[in-house]
């Protein structure tokens, strides 16, 4: 086996074997957003890592990513839980102890579309960035444990116009403009749409808004994609009872290195 810098086609061959847990990966592939080490074998790659802000490693070996992790200087550590910890079994003792290491967090996926919610359910505009952008400010918080608006303000912003523009972003408003459900893709190939930051104003939550509009929501994208999956926190009760009671099911687990 050698190390390789793969071609596009070689990352989207590797990910179409576990288009669930690689959908990040093939996502950015595809938009070329991707900067990519992989290990290779005479039959193709067996291991691929993503290294930016975020390292995503998948397959095995994944040790052999350590020294490009090193290197990257990274704020998180995602993936596949197996992949995630031979990783960080390599690199630890020479980067930062993690502020927060979570193992264990399962993938959920949808692929039977729920019953129909009847919210008001629609793709978000630029009109309503100046209401998004804290509502994700705070989503973010709520599950990382920074406030991106103090961390990295610009990016921050950009990053959630970003989304907006390329119709991977959603929600729901009552009359009074309170956001009743929000939710962005964090991925999106042809075999599946991850979904991130799902989110209820707090005071708009435990009235069943969520349940609705997450159903509406998958009704839209089960029409253009097989699968939705997503990740959530093990200790998270309220998102895990959401999910499965729309009739997702847990599938592999990721583990998180949050620096």
């Known amino acids: 086996m050698r190390t390789v810098t793969p071609t596009t086609e070689q990352v989207l061959a590797f990910c ?68 995630v910890g031979e990783l960080w079994a390599a690199a630890a003792f020479r980067m930062p102890h993690p502020r927060d290491d979570r193992p264990g967090q399962p993938v959920y996926r949808l692929d039977e579309v729920p ?79 991850q979904l991130q930051q799902v989110w209820v104003d707090p005071q708009a939550r435990r009235k069943g808004y969520a349940n609705r509009a997450l159903r509406d929501l998958c009704r839209l994208l089960l029409e253009q994609v097989p699968t939705v999956c997503l990740f959530v926190r093990p200790e998270n009760t309220p998102a895990l009872a959401l999910y499965e009671s729309i009739g997702m099911h847990r599938t592999i687990t990721y583990r998180s290195l949050i620096f």
């Open 16 to 83: 179409a074997e576990e288009p669930i847990e690689r959908v990040f990966l093939e996502d950015i592939a595809r938009r070329g957003l991707g900067r990519f080490t992989a290990l290779a074998d005479d039959g193709g790659l067996v291991a691929l890592c993503h290294v930016g802000a975020n390292v995503v490693p998948s397959g095995i070996r994944c040790a052999t990513f350590a020294d490009a992790t090193v290197r990257g200087q990274a704020r998180m550590i995602i993936g596949e839980e197996t992949a």
């Open 115 to 193: 019953e129909p919610g009847e919210t008001g359910l629609r793709p978000a505009t630029r009109d309503d960035l100046e209401l998004l952008i804290p509502a994700c400010a705070a989503a973010h918080e709520e599950e990382i444990g920074i406030d991106p608006l103090r961390r990295d303000p610009e990016g921050f912003r950009w990053r959630t116009r970003a989304q907006v523009e390329e119709g991977r972003s959603w929600l729901w408003l009552d009359d009074d403009g309170v956001i009743l459900f929000k939710a962005e893709a964090s991925a999106w190939t042809p075999r599946a749409v």
